[in-house]
């Protein structure tokens, strides 16, 4: 396994006038190093005068953001007081809006989930009574958390793509008819009463990796997101990827197999037409895996149907093995073209298909992807599943609330007037 590089950490300015980036570039600190760091430890790392480091910290120890968790030290001179995040300081709210299922976390500040929740995504035409449906469940499971409601910091949502980061609305996404432009980020916060953000779900699965993922989200790295679509996220030297519109990691397009089925690009063997749920379903079907065909072609149904046949696979129907190891070899290829293209650490599989797939496409595609790979003389790629768990795209939507709020951002740079 290749080596996984720390972190680097942000760099804080002594400039005038700068209170806000500060703190957060030493809350980010802290919340990169789970074990604390001293006061001497944040001067060292962020560059930062020890006056303006105590000042700054004794803000966020007042504002309920960090505690002291001891002291250290066993050389000579006084031991060290280690500070550390305070998880129940800040809370956020994560949805994971996915045409099978929708899933809702509430998020502590150091990223620990304290309450979850999972609904079938409701099926229909009418995104009003989904929001509806969305809203009130965000609302069930705050009050279920027990969590103050003072403290929590606003509401991410994940959102299939494309999306329009401007405006907060989901652009005609596959499997959920007649959402062309919805509303939903103003749609939840007039719902809930929460700032709210939108992202896309790649990116915010993206996201959650570098902030709850441990070791496979840090550096650089890809996060293959298997839900009822196959898109990627990308992270580069631990910052997202998210391109011109918000909207990079949409890879339904690279071509697998030239000789595949035709794609409504107009293509052959795109991603789209060659290996996403819907398409292994309908092979399944084909080949008598499953019975057939499905009565209607929802989230819901692909979902049950690609377990159902994960489990054929699983319990030896060669034939179900067939169409699983096809789809493995299939998205290797598209895997390498992202790896060569971008040259990263890592690949990251996860979404809400990816558990029942793991184990075979495990199995396959490492060696594919090393295979493949135009860097193999020079370092290893290696392809693990996500740190985070089955919930990665509403963990990441929470993160996105967290990262908005502690990340360090340019924009507080600029000053007013």
């Not at 909207?247 to 071509?255: R, V």
């Not at 794609?263 to 057939?292: E, F, M, N, W």
């Amino acid at each position: 396994m290749s080596e996984i590089r720390q972190p680097s950490p942000r760099r804080g300015t002594n400039l005038p006038r700068m209170g806000d980036f500060n703190l957060t570039v030493i809350l980010d600190a802290i919340r990169r190093s789970p074990a604390g760091l001293s006061r001497v430890e944040l001067a060292h790392i962020v560059g930062l005068s020890p006056q303006t480091i105590s000042n700054i910290s004794r803000r966020l120890l007042d504002q309920d953001l960090i505690y002291e968790a001891g002291k250290e030290g066993t050389g000579p001179g006084k031991p060290r007081t280690m500070l550390k995040l305070k998880s129940s300081g800040m809370y956020a709210v994560g949805v994971h809006l996915d045409p099978a299922v929708t899933t809702c976390v509430v998020l502590d500040l150091v990223g620990a989930v304290v309450k979850h929740s999972r609904i079938k995504t409701p099926a229909g035409t009418d995104p009003g009574s989904v929001i509806d449906t969305i809203a009130a469940e965000i609302k069930q499971i705050i009050a279920a958390s027990g969590v103050d409601p003072a403290r929590i910091a606003g509401l991410g949502v994940a959102a299939p793509g494309p999306i329009d980061l401007e405006e907060g609305t989901v652009v005609d996404p596959p499997l959920l008819p007649g959402w062309d432009h919805v509303p939903l980020r103003d749609a939840l916060a007039a719902a809930t009463g929460l700032t709210t953000i939108v992202d896309k779900d790649v990116t915010s699965a993206a996201v959650a990796e570098t902030w709850a993922g441990g070791p496979s989200g840090s550096g650089s790295f890809v996060f293959m997101y298997m839900g009822t679509g196959i898109g990627c996220g990308i992270v580069l030297n631990d910052e997202v990827v998210r391109g011109t519109s918000g909207n990079a990691g949409e890879i339904g397009h690279i071509i697998v197999d030239p000789d595949g089925p035709l794609c409504d690009c107009g293509t052959r063997g795109c991603i789209k037409a060659s290996c996403i749920p819907q398409v292994l379903v309908a092979q399944a079907v084909a080949a008598g895996v499953l019975p057939g065909p499905l009565e209607a072609v929802t989230g819901p149904a692909i979902q049950e149907s690609i377990t159902a046949l994960c489990a054929a696979a699983d319990a030896g129907d060669p034939k179900a093995e067939a169409i699983i190891d096809r789809s493995a070899v299939l998205v290797a290829r598209a895997v390498s073209t992202i790896t060569n293209a971008l040259d990263v650490d890592r690949v990251v599989f996860g979404g809400p298909f990816w558990t029942c797939l793991s184990r075979l496409y495990l199995a396959r595609i490492p060696e594919l992807v090393r295979e493949l790979s135009d860097t193999r003389k020079i370092h290893e790629i290696d392809v693990v599943g996500t740190g985070v768990g089955e919930d990665v795209g509403a963990i990441g939507a929470a993160c996105l609330v967290l990262e908005h709020a502690l990340a360090p951002r340019s924009q507080r740079l600029l000053l007013d007037g």
